[in-house]
């Protein structure tokens, strides 16, 4: 099968898809009416507990038609907040909101993470059900989540031992630092937030955001096990812009529900532009998946850079997932010190990815998002589809592996087409299971060839 004309064209040439100037939020609150959460009675001392007095502001922000809410110079400890429709929440460079550390602090609600329905805390800064937000400024959202990850290496140890690797994630409940839920026209810029608990940044369920030129640093004490940057999760006509990424999982990650429970959702990530971003450490600029249930599609990332990076580009699930995995490009990347410039894999962390019950837990009273995990997915629903991907004007220096594209015979990966690549590498890695898979103009210096 001949790659599309249309998509052929347009690697080539490096213009962008008609979509593009559709995607982000299309209008902003103003800022006129402001609101100080000092004069509701937030002390920004590292020691009061900000919460009840932060959510006062937003209440009477929204209820007088919106504005912006801000803060005198200071450190807010703070529990989860949320923003409503037409408010602003600033934070000036002299600004910290930083989590307190106690989950209660933290409402449980319904929500998704990684991939499932379920219960789980409140992030931070919540927005839930809402339209036309923004969480702008030159401050910090601090999640100070070391006794979260110190949490979680502890159960994972126990969960090891006893053959409980895949529910572990789920059962130790951490803290997201922004949610953004069933909501559009939302704007988050210029913010720098530390030590998210859990995943840093998640869009779920919305559509029309923007993310610009934020900083994320979770790795500053110690690493953060699954401290997702931004995680696009089944959202639509999202941008991503002009953010620098330290992490300790994946970067920017595409993402659309998981296995039965995904399926059961059924809603696609899509449409999705990314530039002149950059990934330092982390597991991929890029990610797809592992949650690829619900479809993945109309990804575009340009000018953008992996430097220490595990991957530029990743592409990862599981034969219980299913979904397709489709028109992925991306154009005008630099690679330094990467382990794989593009890393495919549908078997991914079989540990992680499948449930089994072990013997001494059947026939017992399980949690709900146990049983959940644990529904069966038929075979052929559950065989995920990668196809047309696009990946050109590649430079790669100090790559260990060059490639790994590896598809199942049952599932062939299809239309795969790299051109204009400069690559250094110290293996050429392996292309398994593909069909029409093409490298035009590549350059490629391999030193264990």
Not at 10 to 30: C, E, I, L, Y
Not at 210 to 233: A, K, L
Not at 367 to 392: A, E, M
Request: aromatic content about 8%; some cysteine; overall charge neutral.
């Amino acid at each position: 099968m001949a790659l599309p004309e249309k998509a052929e064209k347009m690697v080539r040439k490096n213009s962008f898809p008609d979509w593009v100037p559709t995607v982000g939020a299309q209008t902003k609150p103003g800022n006129k009416t402001r609101y100080k959460a000092n004069d509701y009675g937030a002390s920004g001392d590292g020691i009061t507990l900000n919460t009840a007095f932060i959510q006062a502001a937003i209440d009477d922000c929204a209820s007088q038609g919106g504005g912006q809410v801000g803060f005198a110079p200071g450190v807010y400890l703070t529990g989860a907040i949320y923003l409503k429709s037409n408010v602003k929440l600033y934070l000036a460079k002299d600004v910290t909101l930083k989590a307190v550390n106690r989950l209660e602090e933290f409402p449980e609600l319904p929500t998704r993470v990684a991939g499932i329905e379920m219960i789980w805390p409140s992030a931070i800064i919540n927005v839930l059900n809402q339209k036309n937000v923004a969480i702008t400024g030159e401050g910090v959202v601090d999640g100070d989540g070391k006794y979260l990850w110190d949490k979680y290496w502890e159960m994972r140890k126990s969960y090891e031992k006893q053959g409980l690797r895949w529910i572990v994630d789920y059962d130790c409940k951490r803290v997201r630092s922004l949610l953004v839920s069933e909501s559009s026209d939302v704007t988050v810029s210029g913010l720098t937030f530390l030590r998210a608990g859990f995943w840093t940044i998640q869009l779920l369920y919305s559509s029309h955001c923007s993310v610009s030129g934020v900083t994320i640093r979770n790795n500053t004490e110690e690493r953060g096990p699954s401290t997702d940057g931004i995680d696009v999760d089944s959202s639509h006509h999202i941008l991503i812009e002009n953010c620098d990424i330290d992490c300790n999982d994946d970067n920017i990650c595409l993402k659309a529900g998981r296995d039965a429970d995904g399926l059961r959702v059924k809603r696609p990530t899509e449409y999705v532009f990314i530039r002149n971003c950059t990934a330092r450490q982390g597991a991929g600029l890029i990610t797809c998946g592992s949650e690829t249930s619900g479809d993945i599609r109309y990804i575009y990332c340009t000018e953008s850079k992996a430097l220490g990076t595990s991957a530029a580009l990743r592409i990862k699930s599981a034969i219980t997932r299913g979904g397709m995995v489709e028109f992925v490009y991306m154009n005008n990347i630099q690679a330094d010190g990467v382990k794989y410039v593009f890393n495919c894999d549908m078997n991914w962390n079989p540990s992680y990815s499948y449930s089994t019950l072990p013997e001494g837990y059947k026939n017992k009273p399980s949690p709900p998002h146990w049983k959940i995990l644990l529904q069966q997915v038929d075979k052929t629903q559950g065989l995920p589809r990668f196809k047309n991907i696009y990946l050109s004007d590649i430079r790669a220096e100090n790559a260990e592996t060059f490639i790994n594209c590896v598809g199942m015979e049952q599932s062939v990966i299809r239309n795969v087409e790299m051109t204009d690549l400069d690559i250094q590498a110290k293996k050429i890695g392996t292309i398994r299971y593909t069909e029409n898979f093409q490298i035009i103009n590549g350059n490629l210096n391999i030193a264990d060839e």
